[in-house]
């Protein structure tokens, strides 16, 4: 059964740290872009980050560009997602998805994580 996994997500305060995770079971992460996704309550899904499975390329949102980093371990067939100084705005349930590049169709998706960022 081909599956992704998110896991990490909680409670977090405002400028601490919080790391998700992607894992996946019944195939390779390695020939797959990741992507992570988001969507808070009463808004659309956006995309907040993505990893090639190419050459490693990294791309982000300008809302998370210089807090949040993307990573993978094709050793662990996981990727990461790094939250640096979350914000409140930041709050939503996270979702990653694998697709053959970033830019196109995603077809296997996680169930998500939430995050909260609150003090």
């Known amino acids: 059964q081909l599956q992704l996994v998110e896991s990490g997500g909680g409670l977090v305060q405002p400028g601490g740290s919080l790391r998700l995770s992607c894992a996946a079971s019944?195939?390779?992460?390695?020939?797959?872009?990741i992507g992570w996704f988001r969507q808070a309550p009463g808004k659309e899904r956006e995309g907040v980050s993505c990893?090639?499975?190419?050459?490693?390329?990294?791309y982000y949102a300008d809302s998370v560009k210089g807090r949040f980093t993307i990573s993978r371990d094709n050793a662990k067939n996981t990727v990461y997602l790094q939250m640096n100084s979350p914000r409140p705005e930041d709050t939503a349930v996270y979702y990653c998805?694998?697709?053959?590049?970033?830019?196109?169709?995603?077809?296997?998706w996680g169930q998500g994580t939430q995050v909260t960022v609150s003090s």
């Open positions: 990893i090639s499975s190419s050459d490693g390329s990294t």
């Open positions: 998805a694998a697709a053959p590049a970033c830019v196109m169709d995603y077809y296997y």
């Open positions: 019944g195939f390779t992460l390695d020939y797959y872009a």
